[in-house]
């Protein structure tokens, strides 16, 4: 039963993970707006879910938006715009200058096509998420293999300097280290990874040093494997199988710090969207138009739920001690 019970957390998981890494990948290039075009800052402002608009095309290159358009003589337009009507000249309009459009998570309060801007910022929080943690796997698989098979010495200064970083919350750390640094999208990944490396050390560190008990690693090193080949042939590959599991849960704390950052201003800037600074743009206008922040909110709530199935699924599918007989 409880293998039964982890294939479908890791099946839950994966496919919501997956699903998500796809509307990040695909997703902008299928909307009709760029996250960033200002459709129209005062008639298109926090449009709620579902809205349409007819957009119109200036000569110029801005954007109107209006409830209604009708024809006038000599090609001209007639607006509703926000209930009043406005006369647009032909030499005023640009070639097909209307069509209509649907706003699935309504606007922003600069006009902004929020299901845009969400994908947008799934592309950003995703791949600041999975670059952190790619960093922070091989800084922490290099540190623990130093730490555990290079002596004494080696250990003690490794292992003390992680448990520095580890006496402070990775929140906290990180918030001082984009402070320092200044706020962008390579601080975000740098500050990440510095601060995520260190739980990954220790585990490797203690796989290492019971693989090396094993009759396996005894038998290689009394067969006269170089040292080399017996850690990367034999004891590596053996000690990496809870670094996966790990990195799968480590991936939703990281995307769920990044997403701290920036809605303190520490991490991805505007206009850039990250589901961060989505939430933060947001927070003054629940009232009047919640969506602006509860559709990223609720991005990072199955973000993070994602990949923790995904690790427990990992975790049990991977891990033989936790697997029992129906």
């Known amino acids: 039963m409880r293998e039964r019970g ?36 005062v008639a298109a402002r926090h449009l709620p879910p579902g809205s ?24 001209g337009l007639r607006l509703t715009r926000l209930g009043r009507e406005q006369h647009l000249a032909a030499s005023e309009l640009a070639d097909a200058p209307v069509r209509p459009t649907r706003f699935l ?31 922070a796997l091989t800084l922490g698989i290099a540190a623990g293999s130093v730490a555990a098979l290079g002596g004494r010495w080696l250990d003690g200064v490794v292992m003390r300097i992680a448990d520095a970083f580890l006496a402070f919350p990775r929140l906290f750390l990180a918030l001082a280290a984009a402070a320092f640094l200044g706020p962008g999208l390579p601080t975000a990944i740098a500050v990440l990874a510095a601060t995520g490396w260190m739980g990954v050390a220790r585990l490797v560190r203690a796989e290492l040093l019971s693989l090396e008990g094993r009759e396996f690693a005894f038998a290689a090193r009394a067969s006269g494997l170089p040292a080399g080949r017996i850690f990367l042939r034999h004891l590596l590959p053996n000690a990496l199988t809870p670094v996966f599991v790990d990195a799968a849960l480590r991936l939703g704390d990281t995307i769920l710090i990044e997403a701290s950052l920036s809605f303190l201003g520490l991490g991805i800037q505007p206009p850039q969207a990250s589901w961060g600074n989505l939430i933060a743009d947001g927070r003054d206008a ?39 007989p129906c």
């Open 6 to 41: 982890g294939r479908r957390l890791l099946l839950t998981g994966a496919g919501l993970a997956a699903l998500l890494l796809a509307a990040a990948l695909a997703g902008p290039a299928l909307l009709p707006h760029a996250p960033d075009t200002q459709l129209d800052p």
């Open 52 to 75: 349409t608009r007819l957009l119109v095309t200036l000569a110029d290159g801005r954007t109107l938006a209006a409830e209604r358009v009708a024809p006038l003589p000599g090609g």
């Open 105 to 135: 998570l309504g606007t922003d309060r600069f006009g902004r096509d929020l299901a845009a801007r969400l994908l947008a910022g799934a592309r950003v929080s995703l791949a600041v998420g999975l670059a952190a943690v790619a960093i």
């Open 286 to 324: 629940l009232a009047s138009a919640w969506w602006v922040a509860a559709f990223p909110g609720a991005a990072l709530v199955v973000a993070v739920l994602a990949f923790n199935l995904l690790g427990e699924g990992l975790r049990d599918a991977l891990d033989p001690r936790r697997r029992r």
